[in-house]
Each structure stands twice: as structure tokens, then as C-alpha cells.
């Protein structure tokens, strides 16, 4: 985690989707004071509910460490670095580093821009009760985008140790998301469960309560961390 906080890639991301949340807000809605109760989360949640965060989704996520890899294998750092712990330490924290490195950016900055929210915009509404309802389903929103990005940062780790190069680490995480999308919108309107968007709204049949998304994402996410975990064991067997 310590290795984590140190990227400068991490802040980064962190700065620019925070810029990306306030840049949603939709502030031409404050017209006449006060405003209806429930206001300043109801401006939250169009914000998370973007294009501009589904658009930025892939590109952040990566940013941090997705192609630590690469950047520890080419320096030589990576020899050394195992020389002082267990292969199966490194692969342990770098399939957990590089995960959280595409969650953390979204949840920062999604939970800095709640209390912006809540500070810029609650006190222009009419006193009344907080409309906590509201505010968890919010929660869960930004909850799914951070796990969706540490999904792409995960696939972003895969192709880093498949191909050792910078550019299909941080491209081809883009150009999935969006295959995705092209495929769904053009050929499987059906099929919600694979388009990325779907995975942020919930919007369709996910079982009772939709724990059909948490249990999606939750296998997903296991399910590349062991891929992940594999590719690196295969690589370490070399050094």
C-alpha cells in the first residue's frame, strides 16, 4: 500500500477525475433559493452518472500502475526485488497493488466530491431530513465505478506481464472497454450483463435487491486477479 501511495500516477488520476465529477455537477439547476431538500445528492448522482466518467473509466483506472511490470522487469528492479521476497509475496501484492490502483482514484474523488456536494450545495436547501435512501444508492453507484476500475486495471496488469510493453498495458485495457460497447450496442442489445455502462447503473434484472451486479463484479474481479497472479508466476519462473 505504502508503494501504492507513492505513485504519482495515483494522484493524478485521483485530481483529474475529481475535476471530471465537479465538472458534471449540473450548478445551471441553482436558480432559486432555496433549493428542494435532497438537492446536493441529487447533483452528486448526476455527476457520477456522466458520460465523462464512463468515457475516462478506462483511461484513469490504468494510469496508476498498470504497467508496473513493465517498468519493474525493464530496470532490472524486479530481480531484486525478488531476491528479498517470495515470488509468491510479489505476486500476492502486485496483483492486490495493481487492483486497488484502479480503485482508489474513483473512490477518492467520488467520496471528495460528496462532501463538496454536501458542503457547496446542502446548505442552499430547504432544512430538513438528510434523504439517506438516496445517499447509499449513490454510494453503491461510485462503489461499482471504483470496482470497475480496478477490474481495468487489473486487465491492464494482464497485458502488461503478456506482452511487456507500455502500450498495450495502457491501450488495450480502452480498446476492450469499448469493443464492449460497440458489440452490445450494435450486434447484442440483449446481452446487458457485458456492457460496462450497465455495470455502473444497474439498471436492468440483477436479482432481488440487484446482488446479481456484486456477485458479477466480485467473480470478475477474482477471476483476473488468479489469471493475473498466473502470468506472473509464469514469468517469475525465468528469473
Not at 435532497?38 to 483511461?59: C, K, N, R, V, W
Not at 497493488?97 to 456536494?117: D, E, H, T
Not at 438516496?134 to 470496482?147: D, N
Not at 464492449?180 to 460496462?196: E, N, S
Request: glycine share 8%.
Amino acid at each position: 500500500m505504502k508503494e501504492l501511495l507513492k505513485e504519482r500516477g495515483l494522484w493524478i488520476a485521483t485530481l483529474l477525475c475529481f475535476l471530471a465529477l465537479l465538472a458534471g455537477f449540473p450548478f445551471h439547476k441553482i436558480k432559486e433559493l432555496p433549493l428542494s431538500q435532497g438537492s446536493f445528492i441529487e447533483m452528486y448522482h448526476t455527476a457520477l452518472d456522466t458520460q465523462m466518467i464512463l468515457f475516462l473509466l478506462p483511461i484513469l483506472a490504468v494510469l496508476p500502475v498498470g504497467g508496473v511490470y513493465v517498468r519493474e522487469s525493464s530496470s532490472g528492479f524486479l530481480r531484486l526485488y525478488i531476491s528479498r521476497i517470495s515470488q509468491m509475496q510479489y505476486i500476492k501484492r502486485k496483483t492486490m497493488q495493481i487492483y486497488v490502483g484502479g480503485f482508489l482514484p474513483f473512490f477518492l474523488a467520488g467520496m471528495a466530491a460528496l462532501l463538496f456536494s454536501f458542503l457547496a450545495i446542502y446548505p442552499m436547501e430547504l432544512q430538513g431530513e438528510i434523504p439517506w435512501e438516496s445517499v447509499w444508492k449513490s454510494l453503491r453507484y461510485l462503489l461499482r465505478i471504483a470496482l470497475v476500475g480496478g477490474i481495468l486495471a487489473e486487465i491492464s496488469g494482464i497485458f502488461a506481464v503478456s506482452f511487456r510493453n507500455y502500450y498495450m498495458a495502457y491501450g488495450l485495457p480502452f480498446v476492450c472497454y469499448y469493443m464492449l460497447v460497440i458489440l452490445k450496442q450494435r450486434y447484442f442489445a440483449d446481452m446487458y450483463a457485458m456492457y460496462p455502462a450497465e455495470w455502473l447503473k444497474c439498471e436492468q434484472d440483477w436479482g432481488v435487491d440487484g446482488l446479481g451486479i456484486w456477485m458479477f463484479l466480485a467473480v470478475f474481479s477474482l477471476a483476473l486477479m488468479l489469471l493475473h497472479g498466473l502470468l506472473l508466476y509464469g514469468r517469475l519462473k525465468d528469473i
